[in-house]
Structures are given as C-alpha cells and as structure tokens.
C-alpha cells in the first residue's frame, strides 16, 4: 500500500467536513458544536486544538500546559461529533500516562458510558492484544532482568560454540558471561527501540567492519542476534517469551517484512477516524512504525499527537523526540503544528527555573505564584525529618486540601526508607509507586527473615503474606531450591511456592524449613555468608548488629550473584544499609524486630485514598501536586550515573509536577549544579553534578 500523500490527501466528498484552519481536513460524521467541558474553562490554545481540522496534527507543548486534558478535549470533541469510541485508538508510552488520560476525560465531563468502550492503552499493550490475534497463547512474559538473565547467558553459550562464526577472535565475553548481562541487555532494548540493525544494516551480513561502521559492538551485536533467535523459539508463527517493550519491537518487525501473513485481517485495521498519541515525546522507531502502519492501515483516520521535548527521559529504549518533527514529516506527511506554550499549572519563578533546566523558553500564566523552597540540611535523615514537619503542617496546602496533594519524588528507591520510618512512627499515611515500600522489598525481607530466624521469632510476623514473601527472598538470594528427584524441571517452581505458602501457614515450622531446605541447598558462598550474619544477629546488641551484620552478610556479593543490573544491586546495599541505620533508636535485636513488625502493620492498614505519595519521577509524568517535594538534589546524588540528558530531563518532569510549591532538599556543602543551572543557588567553586 502506498503511503498517504503529503499533507493529509485528498479526502472523499462524502467525508469532508468544513476546514476551521485550512488545509486538507479530517472527515466527521456530523456537524456540531464545540464540546462544553466541565470544571475548566479552555484557553484559545486548547480550543484552536480541540476544533482543528488538519488531517495530521502535532502539539508542542511545555511542562504544566495541559497537553492530555487538552487532548482528551480533542478526543471528547470526536465523540460530541457522533464518532463512536470504537473508532478512537488513544496510545501512549507508561500505565502512568494511560491513567492520567482516563482521568482527565472523566475531569472534563466525558460520560463513564463513553469512557468506559474507548481504547486508551500503552504502545506495548496494545501491540500485545493485536499479537495475540495472530499468534494465540503460549507467549511465555518475563519482567524482570532476573528472568532473562538465563536466557542471555544461553545466547551467549550458542554464539560462542558456533562453529559457523566467522570472526571468534572478535567475540569478547568475560568469565562466564554473567557479568556482561546487564550491559547486554540494555543494548538489546536500545537496539530494539531505534531498529538499529532494520533501518542501517537491512540485507547486510553482521561482521566486525559493519560493527564498526554502526558504532557497535560486534560482541553485542553478534550477541543480539543469538538472542533474538532464542526468543523466536523455532515457532514460525509465534515467539516463545517477550519482555517489556518487545511486542511493539516484534509487530513493527512483522509489519516492515515484506514476507509477513497476517491472515485475512492485518491486525491494525480498524476502522478508526482518530489516532490520539500521548507523550509522543518518548516515541522509539518501533512504537514509531507501528504508528505510521496505523495510519496506512486506517486511511480515513485523523492523528493528533502531543508532546514535550524536554520531558524525553527513555532515551535509553530509543525514545527520540525527531519523530515529533523531521521524521515525522519524512515518512508520513507534513503534520500541522499548534503550540500549548504557557503553564496554567504553576508561576513565573518555576517556569524560569523549568525553563533554565531544560534549555528552552518556558513561561505562566497561572494566577499563582507558585512558591520554591530550598531546604539546605546537614545530616541526610534531617531531610527526611523536614518532609514528615512539612506534611504534618500542611504546608502549601488549604486546611481541608486532600494529603493526596502531596507527592515526595524520589530518585533513588533507598531515599525512601529513613523517610518512610519517619512517617510511619508519626502516623501519617503514605502510598508509593514506582517502587514497593521498603518493608517489602525482597532485599529487607531477606535481612528480617535471618535476623527473625536467630532470635527464633517467626511467630510474631502476623501476616501470612510477609511470611510467604520472606521465604522467597530467603530462596533467591541463598540461590536454593525444593531438593526433589520426582519433579520434572518446569514443576519445581509451582511446587516451591506451594510448600513455601504450607510452611508459611504454620510460623513454627519456618526454622526447619530454613535450616533444611534454604540453607542446606543454598549456593556454598551464601550459605557461609547467611551463617555468618545470623551468628552476628544472635549477639543480641544493636550496637553489634550495626557494625557487623552487614559486613559480614556481604549484600552486594549474594546481589550480584542473583541480579542483573549494577544499578539494582547498590539498590540492595543501600536498602540494607538504611534498615541497619534504623535500628540506632533501638536497645536490642528484639525490639528492633518489633519495631519492624509494628510498622509493617502500620504501613498495611493504611487504607485511605487520602494518602501522601512517595514516588519515583518517572511514575508521575503527566501528573500534577499542590505541594511537590524532591529530596537529595546534591551532587553526585540525583544525576546518577552521571550528568546526562536523561537526567536532567527528568529534574524538569519533576519540578513541574508542582502547582503551589516546590521544595528542594540538598546537603548544605553539596548542592547539585543542576539547582545552580536552574537560577536557584549561586555558583560555587567546584560544584559538579
């Protein structure tokens, strides 16, 4: 099928709709006025936006300008048309942004009856359920670096006893591979964003000098294509798993073979009239070709895409801001282009700020003047204990606003736990995304779960669930399994998790079950290193516990040994390190661990929707926060890894999620130089990132 012509095409007579801009213009089912929302009041941006007539069309638009409640208006102005919403297709790139946009549309007044049959979902989830049409089930998911790790390291093993590899003197793979893993899989995730190898080696044989002419590794490359090969599995009609993001990579894949069968039906035909695209900013040449299918595959459709070039923080899956421009324009048509240029969410001091940070203008019309607030500390729990004051307080906030208004944005998972202790021993209610609370995660449940089985204390973990959870994470990092000679490989992990659930159920077996099963199983090394710490454990002095505990359990040794990323296993270290800080206020193991339990069940009983947030920045894009708070702005803390666009885009998604206030807290004698680039500190010598 031949693409559209520029500029939209001709349109048939019978679709034509009157042109409010000029130009070739989308078609309409009936004539009607402009959608009246409720609780706003649209500003002529937004109208020009929601009335626009353009075939295709681009928003460009700045922090805090109302891109997706603008783009539910266009949208609900579809649907006050007479279009049916199962001829509307609304992507974007995270859950987080699906939500948001769903809220929205209920915000401005578009009936749950409407709402409830539109097609609002994420790139990946949607080329999922269009995959699913072509292949049926059997498409084993894994979503985490955990589960893929085995699967790389077999990619490995075949590319280096290839006996058809051509260049083995360039294959470079360290000690058994397992230390490559995390590189390797980042660059698979890279190269399945941009389609490297589709778009600049089609047809090419794979070897060292077009490596290098890619600015590759062949290693990588040579590694890549061994994987892939392993995902396909030998089906010719369907792939045997798929990780996060690879059902857009594979349905674009399918889409530009020229060889591919999709049946009767290709699975993008739709009928559709209007293709919505949020956060189009994050666009990859993957999400970008199953796009650009869509419109080919459904030519009477209107596109509308919205986005915010600053706001590009998944560089690292391709995410590429060109296919808002010149791309655009290359491969499908010249887009119209409107502009959301003022923040209605926040005032002139954050928007120069904003504007300072992402390198672009940025201004407001917000009839507030949204306060920042530096909040220099010396200590790092004094940061935590000035959340807690400043939630307690209110402050920003009117004395009946919601404590759901308040979000602490965080860029590290570790920062939440002494802030976490802070609020749960001060009774205020908290939720988190992006990443569990502390108390759960598998790292803290592991050191609980040694610590509990020293003093002999499985009894008073109350909930069952903990006590399910503890005994896998003792599994996983002890590397251990359910020792059976009956079980066929593929049975054993459903049958550990069903005598975990048995022993759970019954505290006083758990002892057994770990000396038994955990540590006589156990990989050598952890065995030695768990016995250890549970010998330190059974000292029964907090001061001992402190100095010792972690210094002989070797967290970053069993993390590396289990995990995949770097990244994920100072995340363990730094867990660890601030569940030990946080026995200082304790007099002995015992009441540390009661401690322990007493928040557990504090932090589970917190039911309210009214509850504070503590989340990660990438979580809460496309969300907004009378009062937002953003902790460890120091140097070498919140650019981690690094001074780096993605970095520093995502400082700017996280100042401007704030409406009334923002509060920055940085260590006194280190702030980071992102505060100085923002006009907010003055310069001084030596400060880096």
Not at 93 to 103: D, E, G, H, N
Not at 655 to 661: D, E, M, P, Q, V
Request: proline share 6%; hydrophobic share 45%; charged share 25%.
């Amino acid at each position: 099928m031949p693409p559209p012509a520029r500029g939209g095409g001709e349109i048939p007579r019978r679709l034509r709709f009157k042109a409010l801009n000029g130009g070739p213009t989308i078609p309409s089912l009936m004539t009607a006025p402009l959608f009246q929302p409720r609780q706003i009041s649209p500003t002529d941006e937004q109208r020009a936006i929601q009335a626009d007539r353009h075939r295709w069309l681009i928003v460009e638009a700045n922090a805090g300008a109302a891109k997706t409640t603008t783009l539910a208006l266009r949208i609900a102005q579809a649907l006050e048309e007479g279009l049916h919403p199962s001829r509307i297709l609304a992507l974007t790139y995270t859950p987080a942004a699906v939500t948001a946009l769903r809220q929205a549309l209920d915000r401005i007044g578009v009936p749950a009856a409407l709402r409830s049959r539109l097609s609002v979902s994420t790139f990946d989830e949607f080329c999922s359920r269009r995959l699913a049409e072509i292949e049926g089930p059997g498409v084993a998911r894994y979503d985490t670096p955990e589960l893929l790790k085995p699967q790389v390291l077999q990619a490995l093993a075949r590319l280096l006893d290839d006996p058809e590899e051509r260049h083995p003197e360039r294959l470079v793979v360290p000690g058994n591979g397992e230390a490559a893993v995390e590189g390797l899989l980042a660059t698979f995730t890279w190269l399945k964003g941009t389609m490297l190898l589709q778009h600049e080696a089609a047809e090419q044989s794979l070897t060292p000098g077009l490596a290098d002419e890619l600015g590759q590794d062949y290693t990588a490359l040579r590694a890549f294509v061994a994987y892939e090969a392993l995902r396909r599995g030998g089906h010719e009609d369907r792939h045997a798993f798929r990780s996060p993001g690879d059902a857009t990579y594979d349905l674009a894949m399918k889409l530009v073979d020229d060889d591919a069968v999709f049946g009767e039906r290709h699975p993008l035909e739709g009928g559709l009239h209007l293709l919505a695209v949020d956060e189009m900013h994050d666009t990859n040449r993957a999400m970008f070709t199953v796009l650009r299918h869509l419109l080919l595959r459904n030519p009477e459709a209107a596109f509308i895409g919205v986005g915010d070039r600053g706001q590009v923080i998944h560089a690292v899956a391709g995410a590429d801001a060109a296919f808002m421009a010149r791309a655009f324009e290359q491969e499908i048509g010249a887009p119209a282009r409107l502009t959301l240029t003022d923040s209605y969410r926040f005032g002139p001091r954050l928007a120069q700020a904003a504007g300072r940070v992402a390198g672009k203008p940025c201004s407001s019309r917000s009839a507030r003047d949204t306060e920042v607030v530096l909040v220099p500390h010396e200590a790092a729990d004094e940061a935590s204990r000035c959340i807690a004051d400043a939630i307690v307080n209110r402050t920003a906030l009117a004395a009946d606003a919601p404590a759901s208004e308040i979000a602490v944005l965080l860029r590290q998972p570790h920062q939440s736990v002494a802030l976490e202790n802070h609020l749960l021993d001060r009774g205020i209610d908290y939720r988190t995304e992006g990443f569990a609370p502390y108390l759960m995660r598998p790292e803290v449940l592991f050191a609980r779960a040694l610590m509990v089985h020293a003093r002999g204390g499985f009894e008073a973990i109350e909930t069952l669930p903990t006590r399910v959870a503890m005994l896998e994470a003792l599994m996983s990092f002890s590397q251990s399994f359910i020792d059976s000679d009956e079980l066929a490989p593929g049975d054993r992990v459903r049958a550990q998790r069903l005598a975990i659930e048995e022993v759970a159920a019954t505290p006083q077996r758990m002892p057994q079950f770990v000396d038994n099963h955990v540590l006589r199983n156990a990989d050598p090394e952890a065995r030695q290193l768990m016995e250890a710490a549970v010998q330190v454990v059974r000292a029964n002095t907090t001061e001992v516990l402190l100095q010792h505990f972690l210094q002989v359990l070797n967290p970053h040794r069993l993390a590396e040994k289990v995990m995949v990323r770097a990244a994920d296993v100072a995340q363990v270290e730094a867990n660890l390190q601030g569940l030990v800080r946080s026995a200082a206020g304790f007099d002995s193991v015992e009441a540390f661990l009661r401690g322990l339990n007493e928040r557990e069940l504090r932090q589970h009983g917190m039911r309210s929707k009214d509850r504070v947030l503590l989340a990660g920045i990438e979580a809460v894009k496309g969300l907004e926060f009378e009062h937002v708070m953003i902790p460890g702005l120091s140097r070498g803390e919140f650019a981690a890894g690094g001074d780096s666009a993605d970095n520093r885009n995502l400082l700017y998604v996280g100042i401007t999620r704030a409406k009334n206030r923002l509060t920055l807290l940085f260590d006194a004698a280190r702030p980071s130089r992102y505060l100085v680039d923002a006009g907010l500190v003055q310069p001084t010598a030596g400060v880096v990132r």
